[in-house]
């Protein structure tokens, strides 16, 4: 008997979700702190932060992207991702490369390879770490 990677019973969790959920606790971290960050044009690890739809807490998730410049592309065949679905009901969102936090807006286009373009070149004006403090 095999072991199945999905669950009917949502109290089951799905095998593939517990091993990837466990390797973020530790890929995550060193991706944040630079380690895989993609050079100015190229392909790298980055830390996707999104706000969760339902609970509004932020959320962080380890992908690779290619890096153009301020311009990171990410995408994913799986259509379910949560990370995915939170940058559809809001853009705003920030990516880690270098070992630094980039707000970024994102933008999502859907097909057979969902592709998600976040825009790191202006500050967010919602991130008040980033505001101009000669405006205040």
Do not use: Y
Not at 77 to 92: F, G, M, P, Y
Not at 115 to 131: M, Q, R, Y
């Amino acid at each position: 008997m095999g072991v199945s990677t999905t669950s009917s019973n949502p109290a089951v969790p799905d095998v593939t979700q517990v091993f990837f959920r466990s390797l973020n606790r530790f890929v995550k971290p060193a991706v944040k702190a630079g380690l895989g960050s993609p050079l100015p044009l190229g392909l790298g690890a980055v830390v996707l932060e999104s706000t969760g739809r339902v609970s509004g807490k932020a959320r962080e998730v380890p992908v690779l992207g290619i890096r153009l410049g301020d311009t990171v592309v990410v995408s994913t065949v799986r259509s379910r991702s949560q990370w995915l679905k939170n940058l559809e009901s809001d853009a705003r969102a920030a990516v880690w490369f270098c070992g630094r936090r980039h707000p970024a807006t994102a933008s999502v286009q859907r097909g057979p390879l969902n592709v998600v373009t976040l825009d790191a070149s202006e500050p967010s004006t919602s991130d008040p770490s980033t505001a101009d403090p000669s405006s205040a």
